[in-house]
């Protein structure tokens, strides 16, 4: 008996002890039930929605759309340690953080179904549906209810799994009551007092789990393929976007090619690849347009408002090159939110002049697709190539850098003037509209700062004894640089070698060589601009208007 003892359940014989160690673990049994069946009851209503959100541009999974809304509560100064933290990777990190909170609110209610009552559940599922609902309705746009679509039927999905999966756990109860029953009836002796009873229990839970695990599995594979449809659908209405195929026009007067003497040793590239172009931007999914829908309108305090499809776009006015680099306000010194790329596009200036500004116009507002909003002073068209831009270094833009056509100002943040996506330009003051950025607590207006950067080494770098190449950028975008120095562990200011000039609307790069000494070594930079204004030590952080103050590297040499 003993050698077989151990392969056989202990319910075939159970022994008092075992019995209600058995009993005590029926709490956790429906606890983890609970729980499962609520994710299960969650993931089954998102998958839902997900497989809806495939079948129009305007729907998404309400995820994204409670994420958008997170985005656009969530304060400044939160949001520029998100970005400094997880850098480009901050939607993941959000939308991490956002899977886990459903996730724990999910098991929450699944529990309290099992432990509650049902109705207690589906009160759960509609208090969680309605976020989405609400987030999705109320877009950047304004009021759109068929945008809720895909949450009020990922919301009824999520109800009818609830329901179905308590339903077959009830199903089992009773089977296992009846079991508890029938065994009463056989020995002869009061239910409530049988010592076997919890036996006769678990026996019946085991068999009648078959039915739950069989629901759940159900809804696991009918919930995996909808979200999977969803996503294939979805990536077809995205290549519909028609961006692949699309020929550029070129330029009236091409840019000429440019001397490798713009790029200094040990400085980044001095064109950003499109692959390594920083993005940022509220969008939590990049917003597919596709260019037959697409046309941009000129609104406001304007003579005439006009509508242009994106080929009259291109055929009524010059098609032009600039080399301009875009700067995030969000950059922290030494940071890597800023890059250079050849953008291909129509000046904004001869865009506005066919639409006529108003004498009282003094905003130009940028709105994109999703509601995002530019804006900045219609003095900053003082002559700077602004472009509505639809190219980026030879190909059209990329989706996620604003497909099919942004605008690009030198000079100012990105935040104020390179709104992606765009859709409509309006003309305005800045009594009337806030931009997108200012009611969150960043300025009205944003030139960019004079800044300089060493990109090799990098701090706390390891490097040898010996002669090396200190190299890096510098930037005052409309102003253009004259000269970088450096002052290594604190010392005097000594000037570095400036790569030529490729115009006033690019960083300038410089590099230096040092022959580095064994020790701990502090090298700092600042740069002057063409007007002589020297970079200021005085550190500010990026909230409200930009950071400034030297980037200092310290590097261990030896
Ligand atoms: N539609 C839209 N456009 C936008 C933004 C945005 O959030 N939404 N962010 C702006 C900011 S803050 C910057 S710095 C630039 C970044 O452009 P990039 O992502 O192409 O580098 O886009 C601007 N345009
Ligand atoms: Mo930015």
């Not at 886990?100 to 759960?124: F, H, T």
């Not at 776009?313 to 890597?336: A, K, M, P």
């Amino acid at each position: 008996m003993s050698t077989t003892q151990s392969e056989s359940s202990p319910l075939d014989n159970p022994s008092t002890d075992e019995t209600s160690e058995e009993i005590n673990s029926l709490a956790s049994i429906s606890l983890a039930k609970g729980a499962g069946l609520g994710v299960l009851t969650a993931a089954f209503g998102l998958a839902v929605s997900e497989l809806l959100a495939g079948f129009s541009r305007s729907w998404r999974s309400p995820v994204l759309d409670v994420g958008d809304r997170v985005i656009d509560r969530v304060p400044s100064w939160l949001k520029d340690i998100a970005i400094d933290l997880f850098g480009t990777y901050d939607k993941i990190a959000l939308l991490a953080g956002i899977g886990s909170i459903v996730a724990v609110y999910a098991a929450l209610v699944g529990i309290a179904s099992l432990r509650k009552s049902l109705q207690v559940g589906l009160y759960g599922i509609a208090i969680f549906g309605l976020a989405g609902i609400l987030s999705a309705a109320f877009p950047r746009t304004g009021f759109d209810p068929a945008q809720a679509i895909p949450a009020l039927l990922g919301s009824g999905a999520a109800a009818y799994a609830l329901t179905w999966l308590v339903r077959s756990i009830k199903h089992e109860t009773n089977a296992l009551d009846q079991a508890t029953h029938d065994q009463a009836t056989q020995t002869g002796v009061p239910e409530a007092s049988v010592s076997e009873t919890a036996t006769a229990n678990i026996g019946a839970l085991v068999a009648g789990r078959r039915g739950f695990m069989a629901s759940a599995g159900a809804l696991a594979v009918v919930g995996t393929t909808a979200a999977a449809t969803g996503r294939w659908l979805n990536g077809r209405l995205a290549q519909a976007q028609s961006r692949l195929g699309l020929a550029l026009p070129f330029a009236a007067e091409p840019l000429d090619e440019v001397s490798p003497a713009i790029q200094a040793v040990n400085a980044a590239p001095f064109f950003t690849s499109n692959e390594d172009f920083y993005r940022i931007d509220t969008a939590l999914s990049v917003p597919q347009i596709a260019l037959d829908d697409w046309s941009i309108a000129i609104t406001g305090m304007v003579d005439s408002e006009i509508t242009f499809t994106y080929d009259q776009l291109l055929s009524e006015f010059e098609v032009v090159e600039e080399d301009i680099t875009l700067t995030c306000v969000s950059n922290t010194i030494g940071g890597e939110l800023m890059g250079t790329a050849r953008w291909l596009g129509v000046r904004l200036d001869e865009v506005l002049e066919r639409a006529g500004i108003s004498s009282g116009a003094n905003q130009i507002v940028g709105r994109s697709v999703d509601g995002y909003t530019c804006g900045f002073p219609v003095s900053t068209l003082d002559g700077r190539p602004a472009l509505i831009a639809v190219g980026m270094n030879g190909v059209p833009l990329p989706p996620e850098h604003g497909f099919p056509a942004r605008l690009i100002t030198p000079g100012l943040y990105g935040y104020v003037s390179a709104t992606k996506w765009l859709s409509e330009i309006e003309l305005t003051t800045f009594d009337a509209f806030d931009h997108y950025w200012v009611p969150r607590g960043y300025s009205v207006e944003a030139p960019i700062k004079l800044q300089s950067r060493i990109d090799t080494p990098r701090g706390l770098d390891r490097i040898p004894v010996g002669p090396t190449v200190i190299g890096g950028v510098a930037w005052a975008q409309t102003i253009g640089i004259d000269s970088v120095q450096l002052s290594i562990d604190e010392g005097d200011w000594v000037d570095v070698d400036m790569a030529e000039e490729l115009n006033d609307l690019t960083w300038r790069q410089w590099s230096f060589p040092w022959d580095a000494t064994e020790g701990r070594h502090s090298i700092t930079v600042r740069a002057k601009d063409r007007n002589g204004t020297v970079q200021t030590p005085d550190r500010a952080e990026p909230l409200p208007n930009g950071a400034s103050g030297h980037h200092t590297v310290v590097v261990l040499v030896g």
